[in-house]
C-alpha cells in the first residue's frame, strides 16, 4: 500500500503599493485602497446637501414636480424620496446600502448614510461610504394655499332641515366628529336652517353627501356652474353645489300621519310621537305603544309635517295613573314597544293649579311616571292647529293631550353633569338666542336614551366636579363612567404647553 502525498497549498504572495509601497495582496490598480481614495473619489458629482420640501399645514413632502406625499420620519416613503432627488447624479455608481443617521426631530435637518460601488482603475471596484444632508425647508401646498384662503372651493354642500329645533344638527355634528369627516372641509359656515361645507374637491364633497345619505333621512339634488373653459385643451373647470334636505321631523315633535301610510305601517294611529331620528325616523304611537320606522324614501312620498315645536310643550303633573296590561291589538297590526309601558294618565296643567280642570290621555310614558312627577306634553284640546290630516281625523280619536318626556330640574342635571361633547370649528352667522338652550336639551337626550349616545363619542370633563347630594337624587337618567373617554390632551406629559419633560 502506498500512501499518496497531498499537494502542497499555494500561497499568493504580496505586492508592493506603487505609491506607498505598502505591502499589499495583488490588485488591479496595484494600489492600495487609501491611496487608491486619495487617487479616484467615486461620490464626485453627487450633492452632499440636497434641500427638501415640508408643508407644516398637512405635515406632507414635495416629490417633485407637483406631488405631495405623507411621510413619517425614517421611514420608507422618505428614504425613497430622498433617494429620488439624488437618481439623477447616481447614474454611474451602483448603489449598496442606504439608511438614515439620527437626528433631532426639530432640526430640519435629515442625514442619509450611503454604500455604493464604482468600478475604476484596470477594473478595480471601489466601494466607499458617505453622508449626505438634507435640509428641510417650509413651503405650503396648494391645498393648505386653499385652506388658508377660505374663499377658494370647489363644491359645496348646503344641508338644511326646516324645523325650529336643531337636535338633528347636534346629533349629526357629533357623527361628523366621530368619523372625522370635517378634516377635509375647507371652511364650515353654520347658517339659518343648516350648515355649509366647503370642499376644494368635488369627490370629497360626494363622500361627505354619501355618509349623510347613510345617516339621516334626507334627499339631495345636485348642480354645477361652469366657470371657465380651455378651447385648446378642451378643459372646463366647474363648482358643484350639493342641497341635502333633512325630513323635517325631531326628536320628541308630534305627528300625523296620512291614512294612507298609517294603514301601511301596521294600522297604528295617525298621532305620533318621534322618539328617535337617526337613519330612520323612529314612530310610536301613544294609545297602542306600536312602533315603526320611516325611511326617507317612505317619507318624501307620504310627507307629514310635525304639529308641534318644544316652545309649544306645556308642564303637567300626574294627578293618577293607571297601568295598562294585556291590550289586544287589531289585526294586520304592527311591533310593540317593549321598553315602554302603556298607561291611563290623569294631567293636570301646573299653571291651572287653582282650577279643578284635568286631562285624561294614554301615554307610552307609564314605566316612567308616578303620581305628583312633572311631564312634559302637548295640549291638544286648547290649541288650533292647521294640518290636513289632523283637520280630516273622526275627533273623537284625537287626544286631548299627548305626553311627550318626563321632566326633571335640569339645574340640578347641569351641577350633576360631568361629560362634555366635542364641536366642530365652525363660522356662525346669525344665531339664535334659543341656541343654549337647544343644546341642553340635546344632552339630555343623550342622558335618557342609551341607544342614540352609542354613535356618539362622550368625554370626560376633568375640569368639572360633579356635587353629589342624597338630597339632589331626582331619578334623573346619567351617563356612567364606563360610557366615557378620556380627551386627548398634549400637556399631559409635559405638564404643561412649554414646561420641562416629568421624570420619575
Not at 499568493?12 to 487617487?39: E, S
Not at 354619501?210 to 380651455?230: A, G, W
Not at 279643578?356 to 311616571?369: A, N
Request: glycine share 4%; hydrophobic share 35%.
Amino acid at each position: 500500500m502506498e500512501y499518496m502525498q497531498a499537494p502542497a497549498p499555494s500561497s499568493q504572495g504580496n505586492i508592493l503599493c506603487c505609491t506607498c509601497g505598502v505591502p499589499i495582496p495583488p490588485n488591479p490598480a496595484n494600489m492600495c485602497v487609501a491611496c487608491l481614495r486619495t487617487q479616484v473619489d467615486i461620490s464626485e458629482g453627487i450633492p452632499k446637501q440636497v434641500t427638501v420640501h415640508f408643508c407644516k399645514q398637512c405635515e406632507r413632502y414635495l416629490q417633485p414636480p407637483a406631488t405631495w406625499v405623507q411621510c413619517a420620519l425614517e421611514s420608507r416613503e422618505l428614504l425613497a424620496l430622498c433617494l429620488k432627488k439624488l437618481k439623477s447624479s447616481m447614474t454611474k455608481v451602483r448603489l449598496i446600502d442606504a439608511g438614515f443617521l439620527w437626528t433631532e426631530p426639530h432640526s430640519k435637518r435629515i442625514k442619509m448614510k450611503l454604500t455604493i460601488q464604482k468600478e475604476v482603475m484596470n477594473g478595480a471596484i471601489l466601494q466607499q461610504v458617505f453622508v449626505v444632508e438634507f435640509v428641510v425647508q417650509y413651503q405650503m401646498c396648494d391645498d393648505c394655499h386653499r385652506v388658508e384662503a377660505k374663499d377658494f372651493w370647489k363644491a359645496v354642500v348646503q344641508v338644511r332641515q326646516k324645523t325650529v329645533h336643531k337636535k338633528t344638527f347636534y346629533y349629526l355634528e357629533q357623527l361628523i366628529l366621530k368619523h372625522k369627516l370635517h378634516q377635509n372641509a375647507l371652511n364650515i359656515k353654520e347658517i339659518h336652517e343648516g350648515i355649509d361645507f366647503y370642499y376644494g374637491s368635488k369627490q370629497h364633497a360626494q363622500k361627505m353627501v354619501d355618509f349623510l345619505q347613510c345617516t339621516v333621512p334626507c334627499r339631495s339634488k345636485t348642480s354645477q356652474r361652469l366657470i371657465s373653459h380651455d378651447i385648446h385643451s378642451n378643459t372646463y373647470n366647474y363648482k358643484s353645489t350639493f342641497s341635502v334636505e333633512i325630513v323635517p321631523v325631531c326628536k320628541d315633535n308630534v305627528v300625523c300621519l296620512s291614512p294612507r301610510l298609517a294603514q301601511s305601517l301596521g294600522n297604528m294611529g295617525q298621532v305620533c310621537v318621534c322618539v328617535r331620528v337617526t337613519s330612520t325616523i323612529h314612530l310610536i304611537d301613544p294609545r297602542t305603544l306600536q312602533i315603526a320606522e320611516v325611511d326617507g324614501n317612505t317619507y318624501w312620498r307620504n310627507p307629514f309635517n310635525s304639529l308641534c315645536n318644544p316652545r309649544q310643550l306645556e308642564e303637567f303633573i300626574v294627578m293618577d295613573i293607571d297601568i295598562i296590561r294585556d291590550q289586544k291589538l287589531g289585526a294586520g297590526a304592527g311591533m310593540r314597544s317593549n321598553k315602554h309601558t302603556l298607561a291611563d294618565v290623569w294631567v293636570q296643567k301646573t299653571s291651572e293649579m287653582d282650577t279643578s280642570q284635568q286631562y285624561h290621555c294614554r301615554t307610552f310614558l307609564g314605566h316612567l311616571l308616578n303620581i305628583g312627577d312633572l311631564v312634559m306634553g302637548f295640549d291638544f284640546a286648547n290649541s288650533n292647529i292647521n294640518d290636513d290630516y289632523l283637520n280630516q281625523m273622526n275627533p273623537h280619536h284625537v287626544p286631548d293631550v299627548v305626553l311627550i318626556k318626563k321632566s326633571y330640574d335640569r339645574s340640578r342635571r347641569v351641577k350633576r353633569r360631568n361629560w362634555k361633547l366635542q364641536e366642530m370649528a365652525k363660522d356662525r352667522e346669525g344665531m339664535d338666542t334659543d341656541d343654549e338652550r337647544q343644546y341642553q336639551d340635546f344632552l339630555e337626550d343623550l342622558e335618557e336614551d342609551e341607544s342614540l349616545r352609542k354613535n356618539v363619542n362622550i368625554y370626560r370633563d376633568a375640569a368639572k366636579i360633579p356635587v353629589e347630594s342624597d338630597t339632589d337624587d331626582d331619578g334623573a337618567p346619567r351617563i356612567s363612567l364606563m360610557e366615557m373617554l378620556e380627551e386627548l390632551s398634549l400637556n399631559d406629559a409635559t405638564g404643561g404647553e412649554g414646561a420641562d419633560m416629568m421624570t420619575d
